[in-house]
């Protein structure tokens, strides 16, 4: 890799995925990822299942795969020395599907993030559908200095799980997803919702982020792309428009370090405090004062 001593070059591709369509899908993403490549780019990230389309419903056993299937592993040879994170529909064991980020480097399927929140409301079925993740992991790069973490789309709404993600060290936070106009309906906007959780904790954490949605679609499911790459201050740095985008850009860990020494909020973690806390408390939360133990 041209990892340089403080910095390295990072790329989103914003793609219009088509429902079911594996073939034309695994095209556009060996398109992009020798556009990635001749940008300079070290680590490229896809949306939330770029490979079969998000609305998968009534088709999960026709598109999922298993992590050595022959077109997984096509993509992981065109990867090469280049780190490039798909989405697809995951056949885990014991005939499990989950709706999975897959990291490939070098011919192999080198990291696996599980989603581990599957929104249920507003038009979103996902828990109808896909087994949940049961672990929330990182990984490192060449460069130690730089561990990513992943979360697919609804994870990042869980304020706790991104906590988790940044106690274990993330310098680099990576989020596929596939948000459109109409997931929630009523007077809540996605492209408004998105932007502020993102500056939030970019800001809070001083932690870069790489954002892949899906743009295209059809009335009732419209993506609306708005892909982007964020500093360590939680700036954009790179932002897409509504259609088929490469975003590149480069990360600084310089920064990074200045970010986090202004704002200690990962030193000042209290994980003892937490855990005590958390422990105390679930036996408490939701519980009648009348039906606890004494």
Request: proline share 4%; glycine share 10%.
């Amino acid at each position: 890799m041209n990892q340089r001593s403080n910095g390295m070059t990072v790329a989103v591709a914003q793609i219009e995925c088509h429902p079911g369509a594996l073939a034309e899908n695994l095209e556009k993403h060996l398109e992009m990822i020798s556009k990635a490549r001749a940008a300079g780019a070290e680590l490229l990230l896809f949306p939330e299942l770029s490979l079969c389309g998000y609305e998968v419903a009534g088709r999960v056993l026709d598109v999922a795969m298993p992590r050595d299937d022959p077109r997984l592993v096509r993509l992981a040879e065109a990867a090469g020395d280049m780190r490039v994170v798909v989405g697809l529909v995951e056949e885990g064991i014991a005939a499990q599907f989950h709706n999975s980020a897959f990291l490939l480097e070098r011919g192999r399927v080198a990291f696996i993030h599980r989603k581990l929140n599957l929104p249920t409301y507003g038009n979103l079925e996902e828990g109808k559908h896909f087994a949940a993740g049961r672990y929330l992991e990182s990984f490192e790069l060449e460069d130690r200095r730089w561990r990513c973490g992943v979360l697919i789309c609804a994870d990042c709404w869980n304020p706790a799980l991104v906590h988790l993600a940044a106690v274990q060290g993330i310098t680099l936070l990576l989020l596929p997803v596939a948000s459109a106009m109409e997931a929630l309906g009523g007077d809540f906007s996605n492209p408004t919702g998105w932007r502020k959780a993102l500056e939030f904790y970019g800001m809070i954490y001083g932690l870069p982020l790489l954002f892949a949605n899906h743009c295209g679609g059809k009335p009732g499911m419209a993506f609306w792309g708005g892909s982007r790459i964020l500093d360590a201050y939680g700036e954009a740095v790179a932002e897409a428009g509504d259609g088929e985008e490469l975003l590149v850009a480069d990360l600084d860990y310089e920064q990074v370090k200045r970010a986090r020494y202004l704002l200690p909020t990962l030193r000042d973690s209290n994980l003892d405090l937490i855990r005590r806390e958390l422990e105390r408390q679930k036996d408490i939360v939701g519980v009648p004062p009348e039906s606890r133990e004494v």
